[in-house]
């Protein structure tokens, strides 16, 4: 069995402030740690499923926040951003047998979360995909969906993990914080990774056909940004059509073709 993990730092255990999600603070080695920790877990409890192949996408900042020599000498790890689409889950496609989410938050706007956001969170309020609040699972769960592959575990925040289990009852979360306006309630660091191990473990020896998520025919995406600027750039865009001061507008029935216009607008 191949497996890919998409790994984000928003949604790690106990995370509550920007300057724990950023290189230059000093508060954020720990945060990288337990990503890798986090992460590391899912890889053990994959290689206990039967796991013979993991590809990880460090999927947060820089794309250089997992401590690789932590991992099991199986996985691929795919550092940076190639500028690709596929943004967080680079390099997925038919070959793997299951996509994972490891860390991942609230929908841009959303209570949930201190950190909540979808993609940039410098320059977006929020994204709405089909008429619903968009996180980077949504985003991602239906990139998957195009290659045909089930999500079978997402962990992160509450709010997330309840989005999931909206969108496909059979996919595996396990919710390691919960927000609370600026703040955060989380469980153990060490019961957090337990609880994905064997998370894991349990989706992978699973029917995991039945984390396929349902793929639309039709997309329409809006897009609010924080900046009015930036959304008068976005409407010159092909296809894409102006709503308000700060927010737009694009739909297709080709899904790459949305993808496409986040690489370039967003």
């Known amino acids: 069995m191949k497996i890919y993990i998409s790994a984000d730092i928003e949604g790690v255990t106990g995370i509550t402030h920007w300057d724990e999600t950023e290189k230059s603070k000093s508060d954020y080695q720990k945060f990288a740690q337990q990503m890798t920790d986090e992460v590391k877990a899912a890889c053990e409890g994959a290689v206990n499923a039967g796991v013979e192949e993991i590809w990880i996408k460090d999927a947060h900042g820089s794309g250089r926040n997992i401590i690789a020599v932590d991992l099991p000498e199986i996985i691929r790890l795919v550092r940076g951003w190639s500028e690709h689409p596929f943004l967080m889950v680079q390099e997925l496609d038919e070959s ?43 985003i991602h769960s239906y ?11 997402v962990s992160g925040d509450e709010g997330i993990c309840k989005e999931v289990n909206k969108v496909n009852k059979n996919i ?11 703040s955060v309630i989380s469980i153990h660091p060490q019961l957090a990774t337990k609880k994905i191990k064997e998370g894991v473990e349990f989706a992978l020896k699973g029917d995991i056909n039945k984390c396929k998520v349902k793929f ?35 739909e297709s029935d080709d899904y790459f073709e949305v993808l496409r216009m986040l690489l370039f607008t967003t």
Do not use: C
Request: aromatic share 12%; no cysteine; net charge positive.
């Open 216 to 250: 639309p025919d039709h997309f329409k995406i809006e897009l609010s940004f924080r900046n009015h600027g930036r959304a008068f750039k976005a409407s010159f865009y092909p296809g894409m059509k102006q709503l308000s001061s700060t927010n737009v507008v694009f």
């Open 172 to 182: 595996k979360t396990v919710a390691v914080n919960k927000g609370v306006g600026n």
């Open 143 to 153: 990139i998957a969906a195009m290659v045909e592959v089930p999500v079978v575990f």
């Open 96 to 138: 793997f047998d299951a996509l994972l989410m490891i860390g991942y938050h609230s929908f841009g706007s959303s209570n949930a979360n201190p950190l909540s956001h979808t993609l940039n969170p410098n320059r977006l309020n929020y994204i709405k995909l089909n008429g619903e609040f968009a996180s980077e699972f949504l």
